[in-house]
């Protein structure tokens, strides 16, 4: 197993510093209290081989959300995580916010498996769905002449806030690979980007297209 640093999960975990700060105070309390999150060993796993690290009680620091990125906090994961040893069978839960992360295995005959479990909140989900490529497609061009007048970037990225879908999950992690971070890509990302590049229409709808058959299950 490949070590992996102190960090948290669900939801806002999965975005960079800046994203997270700005998000209100309210978001970064509520954010854990919609998903739990576990594991179920498929077999004996001693802290030799690597099990999860944690902090108890890091999931109360309100700030924590921001503080996992900085140094001084990974420093203070490293001097006081714990290890819970699993047995085949064993089932682990734990709040989402906890800061934990992946540690080193130092065995030469166990490759520890485990079937990673979150259990979302209805809360968590949205009550309708729209067609938001659809409505990323026709607003596009609108964006792209909005860019050329000189509109403020601010309204730029409320209309893409309010029409793409910013949130990269659920998806198909087998093809829609996260590539230079922790998530795939967005789909308000990717309009964004879009802009910023000068992309045209076509290229756009193209990598629109490409993105949301990347995130179906089943191809065809």
């Given at each position: 197993m490949t070590p992996w640093p102190a960090h948290r999960d669900y939801h806002l975990g999965f975005m960079g510093l800046e994203e997270a700060q700005t998000y209100p105070a309210h978001i970064?309390?509520?954010?854990?209290?919609l998903t739990?999150?576990?594991a179920v060993a498929h077999c004996d796993m001693p802290v030799e081989s690597a099990p999860t690290l944690y902090l108890p009680h890091s999931h109360k620091?309100?700030?924590g959300y921001v503080a996992f990125h900085r140094p001084e906090f990974t420093e203070y994961f490293e001097q006081n995580y714990v290890q819970l040893p699993l047995e085949k069978g064993d089932a682990a839960f734990?709040?989402?916010a906890l800061f934990?992360?992946?540690?080193?295995?130092?065995t030469a005959d166990i490759r520890s498996t485990a079937n990673l479990l979150q259990v979302s909140s209805a809360f968590g989900r949205v009550m309708e769905t729209v067609n938001r490529t659809a409505m990323s497609k026709a607003l596009y061009p609108v964006l792209q002449e909005q860019r050329v007048a000189g509109a403020p970037e601010r309204s730029m990225r409320n209309v893409v806030a309010a029409s793409a879908q910013g949130y990269a999950f659920p998806t198909n992690?087998?093809?829609?690979r996260p590539i230079g971070g922790i998530a795939p890509e967005s789909q308000a990302q990717l309009a964004l980007r879009a802009l910023a590049s000068g992309m045209d229409q076509a290229?756009?709808?193209s990598e629109l297209n490409a993105q949301?058959?990347?995130?179906?299950?089943?191809?065809?």
């Open positions: 970064h309390l509520l954010s854990p209290a739990l999150q576990g620091y309100p700030a734990f709040n989402p934990h992360g992946a540690g080193h295995n130092r992690l087998d093809r829609d290229a756009f709808e949301q058959q990347r995130r179906r299950t089943q191809v065809g």
